[in-house]
Protein backbone atom coordinates (compact mmCIF):
# COMPACT_ATOMS: atom_id res chain seq x y z
CA UNK A 1 0.00 0.00 0.00
CA UNK A 2 0.88 3.51 -0.69
CA UNK A 3 0.02 6.73 0.86
CA UNK A 4 0.79 10.27 -0.22
CA UNK A 5 0.50 12.33 3.05
CA UNK A 6 1.11 16.39 2.11
CA UNK A 7 1.91 19.06 4.66
CA UNK A 8 2.49 22.86 5.32
CA UNK A 9 -0.60 24.60 4.47
CA UNK A 10 -2.32 27.27 6.73
CA UNK A 11 -3.40 31.11 6.49
CA UNK A 12 -1.22 33.29 5.23
CA UNK A 13 -1.28 37.11 3.89
CA UNK A 14 -1.37 37.71 0.77
CA UNK A 15 2.34 38.70 -0.82
CA UNK A 16 3.38 36.09 1.30
CA UNK A 17 5.38 32.77 1.38
CA UNK A 18 4.06 29.14 2.27
CA UNK A 19 5.81 25.54 1.48
CA UNK A 20 3.63 22.27 1.11
CA UNK A 21 5.24 19.01 1.45
CA UNK A 22 4.46 15.56 0.46
CA UNK A 23 5.98 12.11 1.36
CA UNK A 24 4.96 9.05 0.04
CA UNK A 25 5.26 6.21 1.83
CA UNK A 26 4.97 2.11 1.82
CA UNK A 27 5.94 -0.72 -0.61
CA UNK A 28 7.24 2.51 -3.47
CA UNK A 29 9.71 0.53 -5.78
CA UNK A 30 9.62 3.91 -8.06
CA UNK A 31 7.58 7.07 -8.73
CA UNK A 32 7.73 8.32 -12.12
CA UNK A 33 6.63 11.77 -11.92
CA UNK A 34 5.30 13.90 -8.89
CA UNK A 35 2.54 16.43 -8.82
CA UNK A 36 0.39 19.29 -7.04
CA UNK A 37 -3.08 20.16 -7.99
CA UNK A 38 -5.55 22.71 -6.79
CA UNK A 39 -9.21 22.71 -6.13
CA UNK A 40 -10.92 25.99 -4.85
CA UNK A 41 -14.51 25.60 -3.88
CA UNK A 42 -16.90 25.25 -6.69
CA UNK A 43 -13.81 24.70 -9.40
CA UNK A 44 -12.50 22.29 -11.07
CA UNK A 45 -9.25 20.92 -9.38
CA UNK A 46 -6.07 22.54 -11.85
CA UNK A 47 -2.47 21.59 -12.27
CA UNK A 48 -0.03 23.10 -10.06
CA UNK A 49 3.07 21.86 -10.99
CA UNK A 50 4.62 18.59 -11.83
CA UNK A 51 7.82 16.90 -11.71
CA UNK A 52 9.48 14.22 -13.41
CA UNK A 53 12.17 11.94 -11.72
CA UNK A 54 15.01 13.67 -13.93
CA UNK A 55 13.81 17.38 -13.00
CA UNK A 56 11.74 17.89 -15.52
CA UNK A 57 9.37 20.52 -14.00
CA UNK A 58 6.02 22.34 -15.98
CA UNK A 59 3.66 24.64 -14.10
CA UNK A 60 0.18 25.73 -14.51
CA UNK A 61 0.28 29.27 -16.14
CA UNK A 62 -1.28 30.81 -13.09
CA UNK A 63 1.57 30.24 -11.00
CA UNK A 64 4.58 30.10 -13.38
CA UNK A 65 7.11 32.36 -11.82
CA UNK A 66 6.07 32.61 -7.97
CA UNK A 67 6.05 28.68 -7.16
CA UNK A 68 8.73 26.59 -7.08
CA UNK A 69 8.58 22.71 -7.55
CA UNK A 70 10.97 20.21 -6.31
CA UNK A 71 11.69 16.72 -5.36
CA UNK A 72 13.94 14.69 -2.94
CA UNK A 73 14.18 11.26 -4.63
CA UNK A 74 15.70 9.69 -1.98
CA UNK A 75 12.53 10.63 0.14
CA UNK A 76 10.08 10.48 -2.35
CA UNK A 77 8.79 13.44 -0.98
CA UNK A 78 7.83 16.41 -3.26
CA UNK A 79 7.91 19.71 -2.10
CA UNK A 80 6.11 23.10 -3.41
CA UNK A 81 7.76 26.61 -2.62
CA UNK A 82 4.63 29.27 -2.79
CA UNK A 83 5.75 32.99 -3.11
CA UNK A 84 3.72 36.07 -4.21
CA UNK A 85 0.86 34.32 -2.51
CA UNK A 86 -2.91 35.97 -3.95
CA UNK A 87 -6.05 35.80 -2.65
CA UNK A 88 -7.16 33.63 -5.62
CA UNK A 89 -4.69 31.21 -4.79
CA UNK A 90 -6.53 29.84 -1.58
CA UNK A 91 -7.99 26.06 -2.63
CA UNK A 92 -7.15 22.59 -1.30
CA UNK A 93 -3.74 21.71 -2.68
CA UNK A 94 -3.36 18.02 -3.72
CA UNK A 95 -0.27 16.08 -3.99
CA UNK A 96 -0.38 13.29 -6.95
CA UNK A 97 2.35 10.15 -7.78
CA UNK A 98 2.12 9.23 -11.56
CA UNK A 99 3.17 5.46 -12.23
CA UNK A 100 4.16 4.57 -9.28
CA UNK A 101 5.60 1.06 -9.01
CA UNK A 102 5.29 -1.46 -6.03
CA UNK A 103 8.29 -3.30 -7.60
CA UNK A 104 9.99 -3.97 -10.60
CA UNK A 105 7.11 -5.73 -12.68
CA UNK A 106 4.25 -4.52 -10.92
CA UNK A 107 1.43 -2.04 -12.82
CA UNK A 108 2.20 1.49 -12.40
CA UNK A 109 -1.04 2.99 -10.92
CA UNK A 110 -1.39 6.79 -9.58
CA UNK A 111 -2.32 8.32 -5.97
CA UNK A 112 -3.56 11.17 -4.29
CA UNK A 113 -3.00 12.35 -1.46
CA UNK A 114 -6.01 13.87 1.00
CA UNK A 115 -5.20 17.56 0.40
CA UNK A 116 -3.81 20.69 2.63
CA UNK A 117 -6.00 23.86 2.94
CA UNK A 118 -4.08 26.94 1.44
CA UNK A 119 -5.96 29.89 2.27
CA UNK A 120 -4.33 33.30 1.43
CA UNK A 121 -6.39 35.89 3.23
CA UNK A 122 -5.61 39.33 4.73
Known amino acids: QVQLVESGGGLVQPGGSLRLSCAAS????????MGWYRQAAGKERELVATITSGGTTNYGDSVKGRFTISRDNAKNTVYLQMSSLKPEDTAAYYC????????????????WGQGTQVTVSS
Open 96 to 111: NGVSVKTSRFARPRDY
Open 26 to 33: GNIFSINA
